[in-house]
């Protein structure tokens, strides 16, 4: 079975902080794909990055970076100098290699709700 | 292109009617999906279809039935509404390749009184 924990519900930050969301994965797979989706106020489904298995290093674009770490199962994500425009929910989730008759299901986490304070 | 487009935006519905959330993808995506997102529960998949013809149930497919009507269309039908089916319901579609993402479609917010 395939789990996505992410432990901090809500976070709050003032605007030009740095801040990181957490996203601890279980998956017995060896080949898998690690994603964050940014969900805004306006409740569309954003794609933000992907990530496979076989590669560990570590991502930037532009304000964001991701840090995959396969020895603690983690991928998380930190935004620098936060800006009002980050506020959203963001997912951190997980596919398998075979998820079911390559049915290629997504294993979402709960969610981390990031409010940027002007 | 549209991309992955839902109808209706939002749905209010008695406990017991019946109704159909439609689905369309313009992008020639083999794979659609339904999933439901709760508060605090994330997006947890209904049910999915992994090609033309083919259709499976994903983590909470109670109560809910699917029909592959095409390549580009996907729907989802409440039978007899329950107030506990009071959600947001996304759908989204995939391309062959493995290592692709899922694309989202804007969501029904669907509430059962």
């Known amino acids: 079975a395939q789990k996505v924990t992410q432990a901090q519900t809500e976070i709050s930050v003032v605007e030009k902080e740095d801040v990181t969301l957490d996203c601890v994965y279980e998956t017995r797979d060896t080949t898998y794909y690690l994603f964050w989706y940014k969900q805004p106020p306006s409740g569309e489904l954003v794609f933000l990055i992907r990530?496979?298995?076989?590669?560990?290093q570590n991502e930037i674009s532009g304000r964001y970076s991701w840090n995959f770490q396969k020895s603690t199962s983690s991928f998380n994500f930190t935004i620098t100098a936060s800006q009002v425009v980050d506020s959203a929910v963001y997912f951190c989730?997980?596919?398998?290699?075979?998820?079911?008759?390559?049915?290629?299901?997504?294993?979402f986490g709960k969610g981390t709700k990031l409010s940027v304070i002007p | 292109n549209a991309g992955v487009t839902q109808t209706p935006k939002f749905q209010v519905l008695k406990t017991g009617q019946s109704m159909t959330l439609q689905c369309a993808q313009d992008m020639n995506h083999n794979s659609m999906y339904w999933y439901r997102q709760d508060p605090g529960m994330g997006l947890r998949l209904i049910y999915y279809?992994?090609?033309?013809?083919?259709?499976d149930k994903g983590e909470v497919p109670n109560g809910y039935n699917v029909s592959r009507l095409n390549k580009r269309e996907f729907s989802l039908r409440l039978e007899s509404a329950a107030p506990s089916q009071t959600s947001v319901y996304f759908c989204?579609?995939?391309?062959?390749?493995?290592?692709?993402?899922?694309?989202f479609g804007p969501g029904t917010r669907l509430l059962v009184l």
């Open positions: 989204a579609s995939k391309p062959i390749a493995t290592q692709e993402t899922q694309y």
């Open positions: 279809s992994a090609s033309e013809g083919t259709t």
């Open positions: 989730a997980l596919r398998g290699s075979f998820s079911g008759a390559g049915s290629y299901q997504l294993t």
């Open positions: 990530r496979n298995s076989f590669d560990e």
